[in-house]
């Protein structure tokens, strides 16, 4: 009986609704922030957080500053900031102080969120802390155009046997928003990324650099596929992406900035003994990339979680500039 009513919403969205009105029905099964909106609603720049860097990417309570700090700097450059997570089994769409401090606290007891877990940590009504393929999803469904977030997920070392390769990329091929991050993060292999992101037909550009970044590290010894220089030139990309109704994402890499690339040396050398470790534990699947990154934090006395937080409030800024020229577009 459950199923068949199922059946019918899903029927009634797809067959008997025009496309505006199957996406304000989708809009209602997500909570939304007034201040979000009321952005959305007036054309104003938005931005979209990912939820899972508070919960699993740092401890208690230096996630909920640098959470608060991201989004200051969101509202500081002109746009409106979205972190979205799932709360008692609610999408919510802009987090209000309130529920900012109730994730980061509750940290990695938060379900780490994709997109495939959206329907279970619903149903349960649950808690989840969305990735970047999650929140590509929920950005999409109430019409937000700019993600910023540290780094994506990619084709992971020795994909060729373990065949782990992040969600985040197939999302991108499939959700038609620009991601603004520092690239992809060192503990991947960078070269099938990028080959992998060129097979899903994804537009990828380096911010002010002819080489694809490396998260912690400027560079990566790979050739940025593309190049944009300023935040007009990947809002015309994003506005044209947008008109032409392309169906694929974009993704914006932009370089740690420099006065935190120095440790790079240090931090991939960690990387590569944090690697070996997580094999011999046998830690793969989503549990994998948490456990790396802690792992370089502690064999780097902090550095990496440093150079982290730098490189997403950067990319906090670059992204907010971008939504707002491509909201002086619209």
Same mark, same amino acid.
């Given at each position: /009986?459950?199923?068949?009513?199922?059946?019918?919403?899903?029927?009634?969205?797809?067959?008997? @609704?025009?496309?505006?009105?199957?996406?304000?029905?989708?809009?209602?099964?997500?909570?939304?922030?007034?201040?979000?909106?009321?952005?959305?609603?007036?054309?104003?720049?938005?931005?979209?957080?990912?939820? +899972?860097?508070?919960?699993? $990417?740092?401890?208690?309570?230096?996630?909920?500053? +640098?959470?608060? %700090?991201?989004?200051?700097?969101?509202? %500081?450059?002109?746009?409106?900031?979205?972190?979205?997570?799932?709360?008692?089994?609610?999408?919510?769409?802009? !987090?209000?102080?309130?529920?900012?401090?109730?994730?980061?606290? @509750?940290?990695?007891?938060?379900?780490? +969120?994709?997109?495939?877990?959206?329907?279970?940590?619903?149903?349960?009504?649950?808690?989840?802390? &969305? &990735?970047?393929?999650?929140?590509?999803?929920?950005?999409? /469904?109430?019409?937000?155009?700019?993600?910023?977030? $540290?780094?994506?997920?990619?084709?992971?070392?020795?994909?060729?046997?373990? /065949?782990?390769?992040?969600?985040?990329? &197939? *999302?991108?091929?499939?959700?038609?928003?620009?991601?603004?991050?520092?690239?992809?993060?060192?503990?991947?292999?960078?070269?099938?990324?990028?080959?992998? !992101?060129?097979?899903?037909?994804?537009?990828?550009?380096?911010?002010?650099?002819?080489?694809?970044?490396?998260?912690?590290? %400027?560079?990566?010894?790979?050739?940025?596929?593309?190049?944009?220089?300023?935040?007009?030139?990947?809002?015309?990309?994003?506005?044209?992406?947008?008109? @032409?109704?392309?169906?694929?994402?974009?993704?914006?890499?932009?370089?740690?900035?420099?006065?935190?690339?120095?440790?790079?040396?240090?931090?991939? =050398?960690?990387?590569?003994? #944090?690697?070996?470790? #997580?094999?011999?534990?046998?830690?793969?699947?989503? #549990?994998?990339?948490?456990?790396? @990154? =802690?792992?370089?934090?502690?064999? +780097?006395?902090? &550095?990496?979680?440093?150079?982290?937080?730098?490189?997403?409030?950067?990319?906090?800024?670059? $992204?907010?500039?971008?939504?707002? *020229?491509?909201?002086?577009?619209?």
């Amino acid at each position: /009986m459950a199923s068949s009513s199922a059946h019918s919403r899903i029927s009634n969205l797809q067959n008997h @609704l025009s496309p505006l009105e199957a996406n304000n029905k989708l809009r209602s099964l997500v909570k939304i922030s007034p201040q979000v909106s009321e952005a959305l609603s007036n054309g104003r720049a938005v931005v979209a957080l990912e939820s +899972t860097i508070i919960s699993h $990417g740092m401890p208690y309570p230096q996630n909920l500053q +640098t959470a608060k %700090e991201v989004e200051s700097i969101v509202r %500081e450059n002109g746009a409106v900031p979205a972190t979205i997570a799932i709360l008692n089994g609610v999408p919510c769409i802009g !987090l209000s102080e309130e529920e900012l401090e109730r994730l980061a606290s @509750l940290g990695k007891s938060v379900q780490k +969120t994709a997109g495939r877990d959206i329907a279970h940590v619903v149903a349960t009504r649950g808690n989840g802390a &969305t &990735t970047v393929s999650a929140t590509l999803f929920f950005a999409s /469904m109430v019409g937000i155009q700019v993600f910023v977030t $540290g780094g994506i997920g990619g084709v992971h070392r020795h994909a060729n046997h373990t /065949m782990d390769i992040s969600s985040d990329l &197939t *999302a991108l091929g499939r959700t038609p928003i620009a991601v603004i991050s520092a690239g992809v993060k060192s503990i991947l292999d960078i070269p099938k990324t990028l080959e992998y !992101l060129e097979t899903q037909e994804v537009y990828v550009a380096a911010y002010k650099s002819d080489e694809f970044p490396a998260f912690f590290t %400027e560079k990566s010894g790979c050739k940025a596929p593309s190049r944009v220089n300023s935040p007009e030139d990947c809002a015309r990309v994003i506005d044209a992406n947008m008109k @032409l109704n392309r169906q694929a994402g974009i993704l914006f890499a932009v370089p740690i900035p420099k006065q935190h690339s120095a440790a790079g040396n240090l931090i991939e =050398s960690a990387t590569q003994r #944090a690697l070996t470790e #997580a094999r011999e534990k046998n830690v793969t699947g989503n #549990a994998e990339t948490p456990f790396l @990154l =802690s792992r370089v934090n502690e064999l +780097t006395g902090g &550095t990496s979680l440093a150079a982290n937080i730098a490189l997403v409030k950067n990319n906090a800024l670059i $992204g907010s500039q971008i939504a707002v *020229a491509l909201s002086q577009l619209m």
